[in-house]
């Protein structure tokens, strides 16, 4: 069964860091895009941040460039989501997702183009 498991989540203050963990299980995602998104209370799921295969290419929700950083480590099969300088809009339930659309090289930044998703884990940034 594949499974992609979000850790690291919590309750910090304004201005403090979270790293986020989505551990994939079932299969190596090796080869696959990967990204991360975030849905707060009462609003639709949006992209955060994604990165490309070979973890050379890395795009970025504007409002969160130079604070957050996505990386890989395939020989754990698991991506991260370091997040500094949080600020309480950044709260909400942040999910892992992995896509299956390994034809091409670069990302992608809608939810349609992932097939596999986490369950989520949430981050609450207080003022």
């Known amino acids: 069964q594949v499974q992609l498991v979000e850790s690291g989540g919590g309750l910090v203050q304004a201005g403090g860091s979270l790293r986020l963990s989505c551990a994939a299980s079932g299969r190596a995602f090796t080869d696959n895009p990967m990204g991360w998104f975030r849905q707060a209370p009462g609003k639709e799921r949006e992209f955060v941040a994604t990165i490309s295969r070979s973890g050379t290419i890395t795009y970025y929700k504007n409002s969160v460039k130079g604070r957050f950083t996505i990386s890989r480590d395939n020989a754990k099969n698991t991506v991260y989501l370091q997040m500094n300088s949080l600020k309480p809009e950044d709260s909400a339930v942040y999910y892992c997702?992995?896509?299956?659309?390994?034809?091409?090289?670069?990302?992608?930044?809608?939810?349609?183009?992932?097939?596999?998703w986490g369950q989520g884990t949430l981050v609450t940034v207080s003022e």
């Open positions: 997702a992995a896509s299956l659309r390994t034809e091409y090289t670069g990302v992608f930044i809608t939810p349609p183009n992932y097939a596999y």
